[in-house]
């Protein structure tokens, strides 16, 4: 097969170093965040077992508007990653180009990212046609059958034709959290090592700052970054802050239960401290 694995991206998983201070070093040069998600719903066109944000046919969707994206690019290094996912993003390509449109007409002059199951193949590489600055994921499992119908054979011919370096797999690991069952141990799921991934956050398109892509269904407190409006500054040290209690407190948890730091967020969120100070 052709679609090469993500390679590039040294973000997944991302572990910030930490200086001598102990301070997380996750932001860009300019102080923002090298990247950030955008999410419109759970709406999908498969309803996989293994999904984390439980994506379905009966999943939730709502268009980006220009507040939500104004919240992304309050945050995100002009220079920098803007990753597109859901439920699944092909299924509004029009919401993918306006958003796309309206953030380079404001100042972003970094690049895209769109995760896909790579059912609407047509409608992928349309998007990929229409955006020079932009490369698209395909869901690992999807791709290969794994646990899941494999991407239907019209579909992923037309992929497979696309120039090369544009179309990419997605990593093996599944994660467990947001699932609505139990995986399956056939399939698996990756512990991280027992550490966080520490992926950088999420503007869904309702327009709330997520502090996590993989549980953005989980409307915590303790993933709660800001809002439209909120200083942007305040809201990149809250990141810093979560991702500091996402490995002095999660990934403690993780190892004294014997779990995945995601299956400790899933299970035991309620019994956890906040880990913001201005709360």
């Known amino acids: 097969m052709s679609i090469s694995p993500v390679r590039e991206d040294p973000t997944y998983p991302y572990f910030p170093p930490r200086s001598s201070q102990g301070k997380w070093h996750g932001t860009a040069p300019d102080g923002k965040l090298p990247e950030v998600h955008l999410y419109d719903g759970s709406l999908c066109n498969r309803a996989c077992e293994f999904c ?3 994506g ?13 994206l104004a919240l992304a690019l309050a945050v995100v290094s002009p220079e920098g990653k803007i990753k597109l996912y859901g439920g699944e993003p092909t299924m509004h390509p029009e919401n993918v180009l306006t ?8 100042g972003f ?19 990929l046609d229409r955006v020079p600055g932009m490369d698209a994921v395909l869901n690992y499992s999807i791709l290969h059958g794994r646990g899941a119908p494999p991407i239907p054979d019209r ?11 544009r179309i990419f797999s997605g990593a093996p690991e599944l994660v467990d959290v947001g699932s609505p069952e139990p995986l399956d141990p056939a399939i698996g799921a990756s512990d991280f090592g027992a550490r966080c991934p520490h992926c950088h956050p ?4 309702d327009g709330l700052l997520h502090g996590c892509p993989f549980a953005v269904e989980k409307l ?3 993933f709660e970054l800001g809002r439209p409006g909120d200083d942007p500054a305040a809201m990149i040290r809250r990141y810093e802050e979560l991702v500091r209690w996402q490995s002095e407190v999660v990934e403690v948890e993780a190892r004294k239960r014997g779990k995945s730091p995601c299956a400790v967020c899933d299970d035991h969120l ?3 401290p906040l880990p913001f100070s201005d709360k």
């Open 99 to 106: 958003a796309v449109s309206w953030l380079r007409e404001h």
């Open 155 to 165: 579909a992923l011919a037309h992929l497979l034709a696309y120039p090369a370096g």
């Open 270 to 272: 309620a019994e956890l």
């Open 56 to 68: 379905s046919p009966r999943g939730w969707y709502r268009p980006y508007c220009a507040e939500s």
């Open 52 to 54: 984390c944000v439980a």
């Open 109 to 127: 002059r970094g690049r895209f990212r769109m995760y896909s199951n790579g059912i609407l193949a047509t409608a992928l590489t349309s998007i």
């Open 220 to 222: 915590a407190p303790h």
């Open 202 to 205: 999420v503007v869904r398109s």
